[in-house]
């Protein structure tokens, strides 16, 4: 039987801090994608449907809470924001 693994989408515009997220995730054995911005991060959800999304809240352009407003009507799996705020 095939292990399936979580799969998680990262949504930092902090390049450093979503390689490090990427790699810690990655030796956890989850299935990690990263992007670095809302436009990308609303594409991403609605084509992988992931299973949860580390969400940046300050991003440029789209921030985090305006992806959140976007892709929640048809995303129900979880999303932790992630926040200087």
């Given at each position: 039987?095939?292990?399936?693994?979580?799969?998680?989408?990262?949504?930092?515009?902090?390049?450093?801090?979503?390689?490090?997220?990427?790699?810690?995730?990655?030796?956890?054995?989850?299935?990690?994608?990263?992007?670095?911005?809302?436009?990308?991060?609303?594409?991403h959800i609605q084509d992988h449907n992931p299973d949860i999304v580390i969400l940046d809240g300050m991003l440029p352009g789209i921030d985090g809470i305006d992806v959140?407003?976007?892709?929640?009507?048809?995303?129900?799996?979880?999303?932790?924001?992630?926040?200087?705020?």
């Amino acid at each position: 039987m095939e292990d399936i693994k979580p799969n998680i989408l990262i949504v930092e515009d902090d390049v450093e801090l979503a390689q490090w997220m990427l790699e810690y995730l990655l030796n956890k054995a989850f299935d990690v994608a990263v992007v670095h911005n809302g436009e990308d991060a609303i594409v991403h959800i609605q084509d992988h449907n992931p299973d949860i999304v580390i969400l940046d809240g300050m991003l440029p352009g789209i921030d985090g809470i305006d992806v959140c407003k976007v892709v929640r009507p048809k995303f129900t799996n979880t999303i932790i924001m992630i926040t200087a705020r």
